[in-house]
């Protein structure tokens, strides 16, 4: 069996063998990273690659800059402890300081630093056409990946393309001007014509591709489109039509062989450790399963609560729980019982079986909230991870690093950004998005409920009705599962709906989780909604350095 070696070190070792890959790797991105002689090979232009993939590893690796996810309606945090930044972006009031706003900040504009190295110089390597378009066709898309994760999270922004350090001098970029260079970086990739497979490593590894795809190109641009074409550029069905075309050539080339993508056929193996180099990603980001602090995941523990021994940064929000429709998704996505003292219990299960409305200090598990549970693993008895799909009932392994790849676009939701955007461009022929909300549903739900939606048949659905029903398909695909590019908070942002889990979150109405149990949120939200809410602030560093980082 091969050697389980992260692609950055394998390819530091093959290629290097000294310090110098190590200095590189390490090498501050703002500004110039190294003198005006690099590019002089093709190793060299590898390297920068490694160099940009590490900064992506780097840029998901643990939570912090994740948090603002935290604003959608599907995570909340615990409002104590040590979780302040995360209650504070849940509550949508994180102050500018914030260590989440930070990160998010700082590791996605150090991808692009590292981008426009290559961009910048790349070109001037002595190496074939094809290998400068893998290259260049890695960099535009990194670069793309990076301005969308920011437009979404902060709104306006400045923009740099070159390799230069801007002092605090540039001026904000509306977030149009923001997504035409997304598009334009985009289109640069596909310009590429990336392969669809790579062969040897470390561009693909372990039977899966580690390099950017051209169905990965593909699918970003969907994304990409639906996002333009709701809030808050709201440009309509003319964008969902780009949107359907682009995820829909990644259907018909799956369907064709052209492109090797799959749905697992159990939704429990989607995040099943044993099963992270699976077809269903399309875009994967590789971490090392050797665990090292610098090229990990560091996941594991951040969905087991506190109280039962993990790190609890995310809880499950108690009415999209209770909305989720039961079934395998559902069972995968929450602990459907915790296991606490070897025992099994409901989480809402209190210590006198009576009702805790109004307080929770009766509580069994004091959290007193669903417990996600996509990333976490099970001990194999040997103090290591259990590499089969998580068991609820089972021992938890406590490590905090691991080599999980995390999957950023799946095929499912390719079908789902399909289905929603043919629907909603007004698309005269909807069979095809039927049959992909209906694939998508068939392994999600409980026998029988596949093909149709809130009692109505799919196959009968309105253009208005499938729409709806693929939007909120996506939210339970990716609920919880920050390291999506489009997570259910950028689904809520195009649809003009944070306000509405704003408003839900301040009214704070009790929810009946069973028979004469209800269940209120922890973290409170106060006050009124403006529109500049939608966004975390500009962290306070960069607002020191250039005045105009202002809304």
């Not at 190590?22 to 500004?31: A, Q």
């Not at 399309?282 to 090292?292: F, M, Q, T």
Request: glycine share 6%; hydrophobic share 40%.
């Amino acid at each position: 069996m091969k050697s389980k070696i992260f692609f950055a070190a394998l390819l530091a070792a093959s290629l290097f063998g000294t310090t110098a890959c190590s200095d590189f790797l390490n090498e501050d991105p703002k500004g110039k990273l190294v003198p005006g002689a690099y590019f002089s090979s093709q190793d060299e232009l590898n390297m920068s690659l490694v160099s940009l993939f590490t900064k992506v590893t780097d840029s998901q690796s643990y939570t912090n800059m994740m948090y603002p996810q935290w604003q959608g309606d599907d995570i909340t945090a615990n409002p104590g402890s040590n979780k302040q930044a995360c209650a504070q972006l849940d509550a949508f009031s994180a102050s500018a300081d914030n260590k989440g706003v930070v990160a998010a900040w700082d590791k996605h504009f150090d991808i692009i630093h590292e981008a426009n190295f290559i961009i910048d110089n790349a070109q001037r390597t002595p190496t074939s056409k094809e290998e400068l378009n893998i290259a260049l066709g890695q960099a535009h898309f990194w670069r793309a990946y990076a301005y969308f994760y920011l437009v979404r999270v902060f709104g306006p922004l400045p923009i740099n393309l070159h390799n230069e350090d801007d002092h605090g001098t540039a001026e904000l970029a509306s977030v149009e001007k923001v997504y035409e260079q997304i598009l334009a970086d985009l289109m640069m990739a596909d310009k590429y014509e990336l392969p669809a497979s790579y062969k040897g490593e470390p561009r693909q590894m372990f039977g899966v591709d580690v390099y950017v795809t051209q169905q990965a190109v593909k699918s970003t641009l969907s994304a990409v489109y639906m996002a333009m074409a709701g809030y808050p550029l709201n440009k309509g069905t003319e964008y969902y039509a780009k949107a359907a075309e682009a995820a829909e050539a990644v259907i018909l080339g799956q369907k064709a062989g052209k492109y090797d993508a799959k749905l697992e056929a159990e939704w429990k193996n989607i995040h099943s450790m044993a099963n992270i180099y699976n077809k269903e990603t399309i875009l994967g980001v590789n971490n090392s399963p050797n665990r090292s602090w610098s090229h990990d995941s560091q996941l594991a523990s951040t969905m087991l609560f506190e109280s039962l021994g993990g790190w609890g940064d995310a809880w499950g929000e108690i009415a999209f729980w209770k909305r989720m429709p039961d079934g395998p998704r559902k069972a995968a996505t929450y602990d459907p019982k915790l296991l606490k003292d070897g025992k099994l219990y409901d989480w809402w299960a209190t210590k006198d079986g009576k009702s805790i409305a109004e307080g929770k200090t009766n509580a069994i598990v004091p959290e007193y909230h669903p417990m996600f549970s996509l990333f976490t693993v099970n001990d194999d008895g040997h103090g290591g991870q259990m590499m089969a799909p998580y068991d609820y009932t089972a021992k938890k392994w406590r490590g905090m690093l691991n080599g999980r790849r995390h999957q950023v676009i799946r095929y499912a939701e390719v079908l789902l950004w399909y289905a929603e955007s043919a629907a909603r461009a007004g698309k005269a022929d909807l069979s095809l998005a039927k049959e992909c909300l209906k694939l998508v549903r068939q392994r999600a739900v409980e026998a029988g409920e596949a093909e149709k939606v809130h009692g109505v048949n799919i196959d009968a659905m309105t253009a208005d009705q499938l729409a709806q029903a693929a939007y909120e398909e996506h939210g339970w695909e990716v609920a919880g599962h920050w390291v999506s590019m489009v997570t259910r908070r950028a689904d809520q942002l195009r649809m003009n709906d944070l306000k509405n889990t704003f408003a839900s979150r301040v009214a704070n109405q009790p929810v009946e989780v069973a028979p004469g149990f209800t269940a209120t949120e922890a973290v409170p939200v106060s006050g009124a909604w403006n529109d500049n809410m939608n966004y975390a602030p500009y962290p306070l560093q960069e607002t020191e350095k250039n005045s105009r980082l202002k809304r």
